[in-house]
């Protein structure tokens, strides 16, 4: 240690001395920034349980209670509120009126309520990615600085974007209810509104990150924007906007659930339905089946999405 | 420039990958249009758009939409009464004794309503009334036992069997019907948007009110005039700007305190979830499907549990946001994880460092940036989803919002919340977007200097 310490000269020494300054001042600043959290934490804890109807240590023994109604006294009745087949303790009450929400598609073949619910709330997230997949696309070629035919154009593109993205959906949905009726058209528009918005974001980001080349060599033979966009920027990032569509799939399944609950029709409204009113085998039921379609719905995502990522690491090799 | 048949070949046989790959990978994007446009056809079957379309209201839009940004008075005058006295609803934004400038009584008895000054503007008195707009005076006799135009009828009047109405269009419409006419005018603007028609301050300047607070008299028992119009203020009971600003802040705590215990119960679990760090394959495993199970029971399922075990509230919301945020950060957070470079952490290891001092040093300088530029992309999320989970009584503005929609009446409250949500919304995403500029280029800076070193 004295060895090296004489070997080191003054100006490594005080180097040093300038680094181990630095590192503690850092470490103030980490457990500043980390006691700051901490007291937020605590705050909003408080301020959140203080708003609250009821408190949640007042609560927290009533959980039990609460979760005993989930459990059915019959788990057949489950599958029975699953596939609407008629349960033995139907006594003309809504807890266990299974057959009735029966959709007949012709004689005696129907289709489960809870799967006629689900297909709407599905539908309605795949009706309104699609719309927001149309838009967005030209929007970003438009918002994106390095393909923009016009800066103004872009400007106005980008800030209506934002807009979009940042309006509340369920203001738009009540918006629409009131004109085209309250149901899944109104969720429709709220969300495909909203998607417009958040794809063409994710979009333009990625056109501004392309290869310009292409394009310039299109350009360099007369080709005008749309023929530049279609050719020398769409097949670079398609695989891309296929993956972002795919995940705002995802995530649409999910907002349009809760559309539901709030007048869009679907299985949300239901769900909320049968929570509220205590309904434990429904309420099963309809956990079970949006749980699995919304697992179902991600895997599938994520497998085309690996699929694709594959596709373009070829198409960039070849 | 033309190309002969051997050369175009030529290319051909020198690109195979491009010229010559296998049907379905030609064919893949013709299928995929096809296949969406069945899809479009049957959703539109699915949904019955066209009849959806067909029962649509649009004509509400414009007046919906210019509901947002102002208000109306609509002043009755009963004309069956001995004498005629303009009467205005209850609650209407002029308060207890509303005098208005726009209605004038004329010395020969006469009313006369000016709904756009005096081109637009209705006279009248027991026997006849005279609708003035667009250039046209319409005479309206109310003798006969029901309206009756003398005249021709403009295309801006209807003539309905006890009624006629005549529509001015933004500012307003007049309706006459034998024993009263009854007048909408339209005012651009928020009504009574700072005080309520009950506050003494109602209806003064801002002098006025200024110089009150200053050196006036005191207006209420006890309490200081800045007190008073403090609380006159925060009461409004047209705005509740009180209530407003409070379920504001129960949205941005909803999203702030489910986001942040989302991170601090994830990240311990990240570590054992990663599959290149979990002491066991089979923990990696369970973990990674109780993240999938967190994320896919949705957040409605969360917050519609939540609400009923705690009560509507904040908490019910940051709850449901927490226990969705554990299963997507988990997520996020441990394929940041599998993804490190694996130097670092081999060369810490090969000082003899026990497990928790490689984590810490050999694996945490690389991904925490990543970690909380993860987190604080959710917590922006989040703090527009929190507005929506709202709705379903989980606390917070979105409750107020679907209220205040549902009656169809109270467009202006609506658009006020809405301006608020998305002044959060946008002041939030700048934050987040700043510190996360700042972390990558911390990191920028962290991949130079390790490139420097080589």
Known sequence: ?????????????????????????????????????????????????????????????????????LVPKDWNDVWRALFDIASPHDKGTQE????????????????????????????????????GFVFAVPFSFIAARNLTPSPILRLIVKRFMELLRAFPEIVIAG????????????????????????????????????????????????????????????????PNFMSYTLLRIEINVRISTIMGAVGGGGIGEELKLSISRGFGAKTLALVLLLFTTIFLVDQFSAWLRRKLVREQAFLMSA | MAMTADEISAIEDRHPQIFQRPAYKRFWPLFLIAGTVLYLAYAL?????????????????PLFLSQWISYDLQPEFRLDQPQIMPKYPRFAALGENPNPNWVIRNPDGTYTVQIDGEAKSVTFDKTRATIVANGQTVPVSLTGGKPEVTGPVPDWVTVHNDEVVARMGFVGEVRVTVDR???????????????????????????????????????????????????????????????????????????????????????????????????????????????????????????????RAFG????????????????????????????????????????????????????????????????????????????????????????????AMRTNSNWANVFYMVLLTLLVVFVFDNISNFLRRRLSRTLHDYNRLQAAQG
């Open chain 1, 175 to 238: 918006l629409f209810a009131a004109i085209v009726s309250i149901g899944p058209v109104a969720a429709i528009i709220a969300i495909g509104l909203h998607s417009i918005g958040a794809l063409g974001k994710l979009f333009y980001e990625i056109n501004e990150n392309v290869d310009m080349r292409p394009e310039e060599g299109l350009r360099a033979v007369g080709a005008n924007w749309i023929e530049r966009v279609r050719f020398a920027d769409l097949p670079q990032v398609l």
């Open chain 2, 181 to 307: 006419v009854k007048v909408r005018k339209r005012f651009l603007g928020w009504a009574n948007f700072v005080f309520d028609t009950r506050s003494p301050f109602f209806g003064k300047s801002a002098g006025e009110v200024l110089s009150l607070i200053v050196s006036g008299p005191r207006l209420g028992s006890g309490t200081s005039n800045l007190e008073l119009a403090a609380d006159n203020i925060w009461n409004n009971a047209q705005w509740q700007h009180g209530d407003v600003w409070t379920k504001l802040l129960q949205t941005i705590v909803m999203a702030f305190l489910g986001t942040l215990l989302g991170g601090i119960v994830a990240f311990p679990l990240a570590f054992f979830a990663a599959r290149n760090i979990t002491p066991s394959g089979l923990l990696s495993q369970v973990l990674k499907r109780f993240f999938d199970f967190m994320r896919s029971v949705d957040m409605l399922i969360w917050a519609l549990f939540f609400t």
């Open chain 1, 96 to 131: 266990f009126n299974f057959p009735l929400g029966r959709v007949y598609i012709w004689g005696g073949f129907y289709i489960p309520e809870y799967f006629e619910l689900m297909l709407t709330t599905v539908n309605v997230a795949l009706v309104s990615t699609f719309i």
């Open chain 2, 312 to 403: 509507p509230g904040p908490l019910a919301g940051s709850a449901a946001i927490f226990f969705t945020e554990i299963g997507t950060l988990g997520k996020t957070y441990s394929e940041a994880l599998e993804n490190i470079d694996d130097k670092p952490r081999e060369g810490v290891l090969s000082t003899g460092a026990n497990g928790l001092l490689v984590q810490r040093y050999g694996v945490l300088p690389e991904v925490v940036p990543i970690f909380i530029s993860q987190t604080l992309y959710q917590w922006e999320s989040n703090t527009r989803g929190a507005t929506i989970i709202g709705a379903v009584g989980a606390g917070g503005i979105g409750l107020k919002l679907w209220e």
């Open chain 2, 45 to 61: 079957w699915f949904f019955s758009l066209p009849q959806v379309l067909k029962e649509s209201h649009w004509e509400r839009l």
């Open chain 1, 1 to 69: 240690m004295t060895a090296s310490a004489t070997i080191h000269s003054e100006a490594t020494r005080q180097q040093a001395d300038a680094w181990r300054r630095q590192t503690s001042l850092r470490r103030c600043y980490t457990a500043l920034g980390v006691g700051l959290l901490l007291v937020a934490m605590c705050a909003t804890m408080w301020f959140a349980d203080e708003a609250n109807a009821g408190h949640f240590f007042d609560r927290l023994p009533h959980i039990l209670d609460f979760l005993s109604w």
